[in-house]
C-alpha cells in the first residue's frame, strides 16, 4: 500500500490542470531550480559559463562557449538539452547526483519545441482574479472553496465524503478555533438545535469565546519564537508574556492583519503610539540572547538582526531570506545587497549582542493600575517613616556623636576574647609563614574589604585555623566573618575529618550547616532560608551554646538572627575533628569564589545584642573614615540605623522598623511590576554594510534600506524605517503576504496548507494543490480587510471542510495523503491540545486568561540536568497554575516542557511555521503517566461517581464526557469489564487505590471510597487515551 | 524516540519511493503525508532512500561519543610542548597568534603569557603516543586509539562551539548529530530509542557550564528522531514509570481495554495511525521493563566494576554512564552520547583538570577495553572529545603552580577508537606554542563527515529538504579524513 501512494500521490499532483500542454511554472521551473539553478541561477559569484535559466534573457543568450543552451522551438538545437543525455560530459554533472528522469526530459524538450516560454515565479505574481470554476454537482458546493474543490475532484472522478455527523464536527471545529473539546452544554446545544444555520451559529460562537485568541496564540507564538527564557548559554529567564497577552487580545478583538502586522513591526513608530502598539513590538525582540562572558557582543547584535529577518521572511513573505545572508540566493531573486538591504530596517535598535540583565534592554515597565498606587503608597509611608525617624532622632543629636566617639575608640570587632582572628590584611607582604595559623593555602590576593583589605579567594585557595580550636558539639562557640560571594554554590567552612566535624556551604541561595559526629545518624543538620546575595557583603556569625541541640545553634546575618529549618536534630557525639578550620571550602571539597575579611572565632556563644553590635562596629567602619559633614545621605543613613539598632530608644526602634518596612514593601512591588522587552531605535541610526560571506566582522559596501527588486517598491520618498516596511508588507497588491497568510490559516483547518512548505514560496518551495484556489483567498482576505475570523468562518462553514473524514478504500488508494481533500481531514491533537483537553474533560482547567507563565507538574530533575551547575529547579506551582491553559506554561528553551516536547512541539529557539507531528511510544508513556494526566482522570472519575446512577450510565456518561458520544454495545462491555477487574484489583490492594488517588493536588473524590475511585480513574484514564479523544476527526 | 526502531525492514522499493518523498521531490511532501502510508512504522518519519545515503559499507554500526563539555586542555593532556618552558611568562609572539580573535575574557588582558603544562607527559604503548600523567589509564590503551591533534574550529564560546560540533551550525536550529543518525539509518533495536543520552557532571570545583536540550535535539527532522536522555534520578526516561497505585497487571489490563477499542475504531475509521498508535502503546508497555533491565548494573560482575573504578556503582556519574553506555552498544542503540560537563579551566587549572580527569580516565578507557573484550569494537566507534581546546597562554596570573588557559578554536585534540579507525595512530601537528595547526587540519565538519562515513553514510547525501534547502550536518563543507581509516 505504501508503494502505491506513493505513485498515487505523485499523480494527484501531476493532475493539477491539463496534462496535455507543458507548463512552465508546474512543470519547468521546478526542474531547473532543482537542477540548474545552483550553478545557472541568480546568484552571480558562482554563475558557470555566464549561463543562467532564472531568466529567458540569460538562457537564450550564447554561453561562454559560445553554444546556445536553448533555443525556442529548436530542441535539437539546445545544448542544454543535449547534455542531459550526454554520457562524457553529463547535465546535472555526475557528482550532483541529479538526473532528469526520462518524463522530466520528454517535457524540457515539449517546452523548447513550443517556444521556450518564460513565466515570472507564481508566488511573485500578484493574485490571479478568478471566479469559482463552474462545477457538475451544484448542490453541494456552500461557498467558492467548494467549487475549487470540487471542480478538481470532478476533474478527477472521485466525489466528496458525505458530511461528518454533527457531534464530530463540532469537535472537529471546537479544536481548530479554541483548542478545546465542546463541553457537554455545548454540545447537547448544538445537537438540538435544528436550525437550518445551527452549524453557523456554533462556529460563530466559537469565533467570538476568548479562548480562540488563546489557540490562534499558539501558531504565533511558534512563528514568533516566544519563550520565558533568553536561550542561548544560561538560558536566563525573560519577561515578555505581555507581548503574548496582546497576541491573544489581538485575535480575540479580531484586530485586522495588516494593522496587526504594522504593531508588531513598527508599533513604536508609528504616530503617538499607545503602550499596546508598544508592547506589540515584543515580536522582533523574541529572538534569543546570549549572556555568554566572552562572545563578542557585534557578533550576536548581528544574528538577533538576521533572525529577525528571517523571521519575517519565512512569516509574512514566505521567502528563505537567510539564503542571500552569504551570497546571491541560489534559487530565487534576491541579491546578497538586498538581503542587507532588509536587514538595514531591524539593523536600528539599541540593544546589545552580549546581554548581562535577565530582561535585556530595551525593555518598557507596565504596572497594573492597583500596583501603581500601591507604589505611591509605599513610598508616602516610606517618606512618612522617614520624617518620624528623624523628628525622633533630633533630641538625641549629642547622644549620636558620644555614641560615634565611642565607636571609634572601641574600634571593630566582637568585644570579646577571641580564639583566632584574621584580619585578611595584605602585611605579609606575600610571604606566608607556613608553620603558623592561621595559614593561607594557594596565592594570596587581596581586594577591597570591610575593613581594610580583604583576601580574595578564586577556587584553589584557602584559610587554614588551628586544628586545636575547641569547634565541636560539647563546647560553646562562635564564628563570625564577612563575605562576598562571586558565585552561586560555594563551599564556605569546615572542621572536618571524614564525616566528623563542622561544614557549611552555601546552595541556591541557601545556607547549609551540618556538626556531625559520625554517621548521618549522629549529626545536626541546618538550612537557612535564602541569605547572602552574590557580590554583596554579608556578616555571617554561627553561635553555638554547647547543647548538642538544633535550638543551640543560632546563625546571625548583618547582626539579625535568620530563621533556619531543622533537617535533622539528633547530636549525641562530641563531633570532634582533628581537621583544621578551614575557610573558603566546605566538607565535600566545593570551594569559595569571591571575597572574604574580619573573620573571629570565639571561645563562647553570644547574645543577639553582641552580635548587633559586632555587626555593626564593623559595619560602619568606612563611614566612619568620613568626616560627620562629609557624608552623603547614604553614608548618613547607615550611620543613623546602626545608632537606633544598637542603643536607639524603643520609639526610634519602631520608627526605624516602619521605614525599613516601607522600603522592603517598596522593593517587592517594584520587583513584581511586569515588565517586557520591546522595540526602539537607536539614535543616530546605525549604517548598515554588505557583510561578506555574511560574518559581522567583514564590512564591504554600505547600503540603504530597502525592498528586492522583484517586489512591489516602496513608495516614494515615505522614510526608510520599520514602519514603512510593516506597510509594505501589507499593502493590498502584495503579491505574498496575503497568499502566505492564507495559507497558514488554511493550515490550521486542514492539518496541511495549500501550499506544503508554508515558509517558503519561492522556487524550491511546493506548488499549491489548488492555485486557483489561493489565489481567490487571497484576494476575498484583502477585500474583507485582512479580516481573519471572517476567512476562518468561510473555510469552516464550507463544505469541504465539513466532510466525514472516513475515507473509502478507493479514496485512502488513490489519494492516502488527502491533498485533493475528497474527504475531511484528521490528525492527532497539538500538545497544547492534548493536555488542554484532559483539564477541560475532568472540569479542572482555569480558565484565566493570561497574565505570567505558570508552572505546572513536572518530573523532578529536568533543569537541574541541564542548567549552570545545576543551579536551576523548576518549582511547579501549587493551585490554579496547575491547570492552567498549556500555552500559559513557562517555556524554557534550553529544556522546554517535557510533556509539550513529547508531541511534536518546536523548542522556540528559530521560527517554526509547522510542526510534525509523529506518533511515539514516549507520547503514550506521556498521557498515561504524566501526573497531569492521571490527576486529571481521577477528576473526571470523581465527577462521574458523585453523580447518581448504575454503572452502566455512569460509564456512559463517562465516555460523552470524553469523546461526545454514548459508546457501544462492545465498546460498553469492554469498558466494564476493565472496570470489574480493577474494582477487584483495588479492593484486594486498598492501599495501591490511596496511591493512585493521591496523586496531584486537585481534591476532588477524596470524599468517595477509595477501590471505586481508583479503579474509574483507571477507566477514565483508558477513556482519555483512545485515538478518538487524542486525533480530532 | 525513532519510527526506525518500530521498522519492519522496509522493501527496497518502499524505500525508493519514500526517497522520491523526502529526497529530491521538488514537490516537497512532509513527513505528515508520510505516516499513513506506514503503518506498521509507527510514525510518520523514517529514513531516506538508504540506497542513496547508505552506499558505502558500514564500518561501525553504532558511535559512543564520550563529550567533554567546556573544552578540555589539549596542551596538558596530549599535545606535548616541552620546548615552550624557555618561553614561559612571556608574551605569546604576535606571529604565533596571526590576528586571531580572542574572546572577550583575554581579549582585555595585558599580556598572555606563555604557559607550558604543569605536568609530566610520557610516550605510552608501541605507538609512543604522548599522555600527561593525568590520564595514566588512558595512556595504557593508547595503542587502540587514533588521536587527532589537529582539530579546529570557528567558535570560541561554549555555546556555539558545542552547538556547532553537535549540530554543524553554530546558530541554533539545525538537527543533532544523533539525530540525523537516527533519521538516517535507524536503529535494529526496537525497543530503546535509536539515540540516547547519557548526562553527567564534573568533579572540577569551577561550576560547570549548561547544556542545551537542542544539543540532542531534531530541529526540523521529524521530532521522534531526537534524543532521549537516560535519567539517573527518578524516571530514567521521562513518564517510563506507571503511576504509584498502578501495577503493571492494571496497566496491562487498560492496555487490552485500550487495544479492543481502537481496533474498533479502525474498523470505523480506516486509519493506519490507529493501528500505528496501538503499537507504540504496546511498545511503550513493553519499553516499562526493557529500559529498567538495561540500567539494572546487578547482572554486572565485581571485575567489571572494578575495572570501570568505584564511581562506576554510582548512578549519574561518568564512569556509570560509561558501563551503561557499553550495556546500549550490546543492545545495538545507533548513537549513545554521553556528556560529562566541567572542562572549562579558566582559572585553577591544575586543580580543576585534575579531578576532571580523575572523573574520566578509567572508565573511558575501561569502555575502550571492555568493548574490544566483547568483540563490539569493530563495530563501535567511540569518540572523545570537547568543542575546543585551551589557549597555550595564560588566563589571568601565571603562577608558580597555577594558571588557567582560556578557550581556544585553534586547535584542540580528540581521540577516536574502534569503527573502522586506524588504532595507535597520532594525526596531525600544530606548531611550537601549541596554538596552530601546522599540518594535517581536521575541522569540525571533517570529522563529522568521517564519523559518517564509518557509520556507512555518505556525508553529502544525508540531507533533509527544508526552507527550500537541502540541509546536512556537514553544512556546505567536510572532507572524509581517509587517513584515518583502516
Known sequence: ?1033 | MSSCDQRHPPPADLLLSRRQFFGRSALGIGSVALSSLLPHAGSAAGAPDLSAVARIAPRARRIIYLFMHGGPSQIDLFDHKPDIARFRGQDLPDSVRGGQRLTGMTSGQKTLPVTPSLFRFARHGQCGAWVSELLPHTAKIVDELCFIRSMHTEAINHDPAVTLMQTGHQQPGRPSFGSWVSYGIGSANRELPCFVVLLSRGSAARPADPLYARLWGSAFLPSDHQGVSFRSDGDPVLFLSNPPGVRADARRDQLDALAELNQQQQARQLDPEIEARIAQYELAYRMQSSVPGLLDLKGESPSTFDAYGPESRIPGTFASNCLLARRLAERDVRFIQLYHRGWDQHQNLPGDLRLQCGDIDQPAAALVWDLKQRGLLDDTLVVWGGEFGRTTYSQGRLEADNYGRDHHGRCFTVWLAGGGIRPGVTHGETDAFGYNVVRDPVHVHDLNATLLHQLGVEHTRLTYRFQGRDFRLTDVHGNIVRSLLT
Open chain 1, 1 to 1033: 500500500m505504501c508503494l502505491l501512494g506513493g505513485l498515487v500521490t505523485a499523480a494527484a499532483f501531476a493532475a493539477t490542470g491539463s496534462r496535455e500542454s507543458v507548463d512552465f511554472i508546474r512543470d519547468i521551473r521546478p526542474i531547473l531550480s532543482e537542477h540548474c539553478f545552483s550553478c545557472h541561477g541568480p546568484d552571480e559569484a558562482t554563475r558557470e559559463s555566464g549561463l543562467r535559466f532564472d531568466q529567458r534573457e540569460g538562457a537564450l543568450q550564447a554561453a561562454k562557449s559560445g553554444l546556445h543552451a536553448i533555443v525556442p522551438g529548436h530542441p535539437d538545437q539546445s545544448e542544454a538539452l543535449l547534455r542531459l543525455t550526454d554520457e562524457l560530459d553529463p547535465m546535472p554533472p555526475v557528482e550532483t547526483g541529479k538526473r532528469l528522469t526520462p518524463a522530466q526530459q520528454a517535457q524540457f524538450r515539449a517546452w523548447i519545441a513550443a517556444g521556450a516560454p518564460y513565466e515570472q515565479h507564481w508566488s511573485l505574481q500578484a493574485p490571479a482574479a478568478n471566479d469559482p470554476p463552474a462545477v457538475r454537482d451544484r448542490t453541494w458546493p456552500t461557498n467558492p472553496i467548494d467549487a475549487f474543490i470540487l471542480s478538481r475532484l470532478e476533474a478527477e472522478g472521485l466525489a466528496p465524503a458525505q458530511p461528518a455527523d454533527p457531534a464530530t464536527l463540532l469537535r472537529r471545529v471546537s479544536f481548530d478555533l479554541t483548542g478545546l473539546p465542546p463541553s457537554p452544554t455545548e454540545l447537547a446545544a448544538f445537537l438540538a438545535d435544528s436550525r437550518p444555520d445551527a452549524y453557523q451559529r456554533a462556529v460563530d460562537r466559537l469565533l467570538a469565546s476568548p479562548t480562540f485568541g488563546e489557540r490562534m496564540a499558539v501558531d504565533w507564538l511558534d512563528a514568533a519564537r516566544y519563550a520565558d527564557s533568553n536561550g542561548f548559554f544560561r538560558d536566563n529567564t525573560r519577561q515578555i508574556w505581555l507581548w503574548r497577552d496582546w497576541v491573544i487580545a489581538a485575535f480575540n478583538r479580531n484586530q485586522p492583519f495588516d494593522a496587526f502586522t504594522i504593531e508588531q513591526i513598527a508599533g513604536d513608530l508609528l504616530p503617538h503610539p499607545t503602550l499596546e502598539q508598544r508592547i506589540a513590538t515584543g515580536f522582533n525582540r523574541n529572538h534569543m540572547v546570549t549572556g555568554e562572558t566572552g562572545v563578542i557582543d557585534e557578533e550576536y547584535r548581528v544574528e538577533y538582526v538576521a533572525d529577525r529577518l528571517e523571521t519575517t521572511g519565512n512569516l509574512w513573505l514566505g521567502l528563505t531570506l537567510g539564503c542571500a545572508r552569504c551570497h546571491d540566493h541560489k534559487y530565487d531573486p534576491i541579491s546578497q545587497r538586498e538581503y542587507y538591504q532588509l536587514f538595514a530596517f531591524f539593523n536600528t535598535g539599541v540593544e546589545k549582542g552580549l546581554v548581562n540583565p535577565d530582561d535585556p534592554p530595551p525593555v518598557l515597565e507596565v504596572p497594573t493600575p492597583r500596583q501603581r498606587s500601591a507604589l505611591s503608597e509605599a513610598a508616602s509611608r516610606a517618606r512618612k517613616a522617614e520624617a518620624e525617624l528623624q523628628q525622633s532622632l533630633k533630641p538625641d543629636a549629642e547622644r549620636l556623636d558620644q555614641w560615634e566617639v565611642s565607636l571609634r575608640t572601641e574600634g571593630p570587632g566582637p568585644r570579646r576574647e577571641s580564639s583566632a582572628h584574621d584580619a585578611a590584611e595584605a602585611t605579609l607582604d606575600g610571604a606566608e609563614e607556613p608553620t603558623r595559623y592561621p595559614r593561607l593555602v594557594g596565592p594570596r590576593r587581596h581586594e577591597g574589604g570591610v575593613v581594610g583589605q580583604a583576601l580574595a579567594l578564586d577556587g584553589p585557595q584557602h584559610l587554614e585555623f588551628s586544628p586545636d580550636l575547641p569547634i565541636r558539639a560539647d563546647r560553646p562557640w562562635t564564628i563570625g566573618f564577612w563575605l562576598n560571594p562571586g558565585a552561586p554554590s560555594i563551599g564556605i567552612l569546615r572542621k572536618r575529618t571524614q564525616d566528623r566535624g563542622l561544614d557549611v556551604h552555601w546552595s541556591r541561595g541557601r545556607l547549609e550547616v551540618s556538626l556531625r559526629h559520625s554517621s548521618s545518624q549522629d549529626a545536626l543538620r541546618l538550612r537557612s532560608a535564602a541569605v547572602l546575595k552574590r557580590a554583596e557583603w554579608s556578616h555571617l556569625v554561627l553561635a553555638y551554646d554547647g547543647t548538642s541541640r538544633a535550638a543551640g545553634l543560632r546563625l546571625f546575618v548583618d547582626g539579625r538572627v535568620i530563621p533556619v529549618e531543622v533537617l535533622q536534630d539528633a547530636l549525641s557525639g562530641t563531633a570532634e575533628s582533628a581537621g583544621s578550620l578551614d575557610f573558603g571550602v566546605s566538607g565535600k571539597g566545593e570551594r569559595f569564589y569571591g571575597l572574604i575579611d574580619e573573620i573571629y572565632v570565639l571561645p563562647d556563644t553570644l547574645s543577639a545584642e553582641d552580635v548587633r553590635s559586632w555587626y555593626w562596629s564593623e559595619r560602619l567602619v568606612g563611614v566612619l573614615r568620613v568626616a560627620a559633614d562629609q557624608r552623603d545621605s547614604w553614608q548618613r543613613d547607615v550611620m543613623q540605623r546602626g545608632f537606633v539598632e544598637t542603643v536607639g530608644t524603643p520609639q526610634q526602634h519602631e520608627h526605624l522598623e516602619q521605614l525599613e518596612r516601607a522600603r522592603t514593601d517598596l522593593a517587592t512591588l517594584r520587583a513584581q511590576v511586569p515588565r517586557t522587552l520591546v522595540m526602539q531605535d537607536s539614535s543616530p541610526q546605525r549604517a548598515t554594510h554588505v557583510l561578506r560571506r555574511g560574518a559581522y566582522d567583514q564590512p564591504a559596501e554600505p547600503v540603504q534600506p530597502g525592498v528586492p527588486a522583484v517586489l512591489p517598491s516602496l513608495p516614494p520618498g515615505a522614510p526608510l524605517n520599520r514602519l514603512t516596511l510593516a506597510r509594505w508588507l501589507v499593502r493590498p497588491d502584495h503579491p505574498l503576504t496575503s497568499r502566505v497568510t492564507v495559507n497558514r490559516l488554511w493550515l490550521q483547518c486542514f492539518g496541511e496548507g495549500l501550499v506544503e512548505t508554508v515558509g517558503d514560496f519561492g522556487s524550491q518551495g511546493s506548488l499549491p494543490s489548488h492555485p486557483e484556489l489561493l489565489d481567490w483567498l487571497a484576494r476575498y482576505f484583502v477585500d474583507s480587510g485582512w479580516n481573519t475570523k471572517q476567512l476562518l468562518r468561510l473555510i469552516v462553514t464550507s463544505a469541504t471542510y465539513r466532510q466525514s473524514s472516513v475515507p473509502t478504500t478507493e479514496k485512502l488508494q488513490r489519494d492516502p495523503t488527502n491533498r485533493l481533500l475528497a474527504r475531511g481531514p484528521r490528525f492527532r491533537l497539538s500538545a497544547e491540545m492534548l493536555r488542554d483537553q484532559s483539564l477541560a474533560v475532568s472540569g479542572l482547567l482555569v480558565p484565566k486568561i493570561g497574565g505570567p507563565p505558570v508552572r505546572p507538574p513536572q518530573p523532578p530533575g529536568i533543569w537541574e540536568a541541564v542548567s549552570y551547575n545545576g543551579e536551576l529547579s523548576y518549582e511547579p506551582d501549587r493551585g490554579e497554575g496547575r491547570w492552567r491553559r498549556s500555552l500559559y506554561s513557562y517555556w524554557k528553551r534550553t529544556a522546554p516542557p517535557p510533556s509539550i516536547q513529547a508531541f511534536d512541539s518546536p523548542t522556540r529557539e528559530t521560527c517554526t511555521l509547522r510542526r510534525p507531528r509523529t506518533n511515539t511510544p514516549l507520547q503514550a508513556l506521556a498521557l498515561l503517566n504524566d501526573e497531569t494526566q492521571v490527576e486529571a482522570a481521577r477528576v473526571l472519575a470523581a465527577s462521574v461517581l458523585q453523580r447518581n446512577g448504575l454503572p452502566a450510565s455512569r460509564l456512559e456518561v463517562l465516555f460523552a464526557r470524553a469523546t461526545g458520544r454514548g459508546p457501544s454495545e462492545s465498546e460498553r462491555a469492554t469498558l466494564e469489564r476493565l472496570l470489574r477487574l480493577q474494582l477487584r484489583r483495588f479492593a484486594e490492594h486498598p492501599s495501591l487505590a490511596r496511591e493512585l488517588n493521591g496523586i496531584g493536588e486537585a481534591a476532588h473524590g477524596h470524599d468517595l471510597a477509595v477501590d471505586e475511585l481508583a479503579a474509574w480513574t483507571l477507566v477514565a484514564q483508558t477513556v482519555l487515551n483512545l485515538d478518538e479523544v487524542i486525533t480530532r476527526r
